[in-house]
């Protein structure tokens, strides 16, 4: 059976699946930028001399830098439910763009409450876009390169994290959020090339 499989495979775009991998990744990108942005933003917010008119309370902080680890969870349990339903590819492009919206409201967030919600919605998006991500590439990925695939998947968020943690340093708190979501945004002027993947294909009955 793997030989067959395999053998099916051999007339298959390795050109095509690079690319398609390669888009698929960047949404994981943004998500490990994502998730360094407390750390990034929480010693200008706990700066009286800020300029921003927000400074935290230590109470403050401590929901600030947490909420980002349980909302994961919930997009988590929610992906479940749209890549069932929707497909894998719509799941990435609306998690890009909810990433993207509460990249916006962290930007632009004149209060605390305002910034918190920004951080929910980044939250959930990324809990959300990791498991889309790894089950695309899985299901599009050739059986020999279907390891290789797998270990970029882990690789790319964690590689995010410290491009965020790194020019994230340099830049102004304001200014950091959209910097962080660049790759998103490049996934979605591409994604159109994407097309979805052949078990959901085969599921909605599409060929």
């Known amino acids: 059976m793997e030989n067959s499989i395999i053998k099916n495979q051999e007339g298959a775009s ?4 690079v690319f398609s991998t390669f888009l698929a990744l960047l949404p994981g990108f943004t998500g490990g930028a994502a ?5 990034v933003a929480l ?5 009286p001399e800020n300029g921003s008119g927000m400074v935290m309370t230590e109470d ?11 909302m994961q969870m919930v997009g988590n349990l929610l992906s479940g439910i749209l890549l069932d339903r929707f497909g894998r590819k719509p799941t990435l492009i609306g998690s890009s763009l909810v990433v993207i919206l509460a990249s916006a409201i962290l930007s632009f967030a004149p209060s ?4 918190l919600a920004g951080c929910l919605l980044n939250g959930s998006a990324v809990g959300c876009v990791r498991p889309a991500i790894g089950l695309y590439l899985s299901e599009i990925s050739l059986v020999r390169w279907r390891g290789t695939l797998g270990s970029f998947n882990a690789l790319t968020p964690n590689a995010g994290y410290l491009y965020g943690i790194m020019v994230g340093s340099l830049l102004p708190v304001r200014i950091f959020p959209w910097i962080m979501v660049g790759p998103s945004i490049v996934f979605l002027i591409f994604s159109w090339t994407l097309y979805d993947t052949p078990l959901w294909y085969m599921k909605v009955g599409r060929s």
């Open 14 to 17: 390795r050109t095509k699946l």
């Open 35 to 39: 998730i360094s942005y407390a750390a």
């Open 43 to 47: 010693p200008f917010y706990l700066d």
């Open 60 to 70: 403050q902080a401590s929901w600030f830098v947490s909420l980002n680890s349980p």
């Open 112 to 115: 605390y409450e305002v910034l």
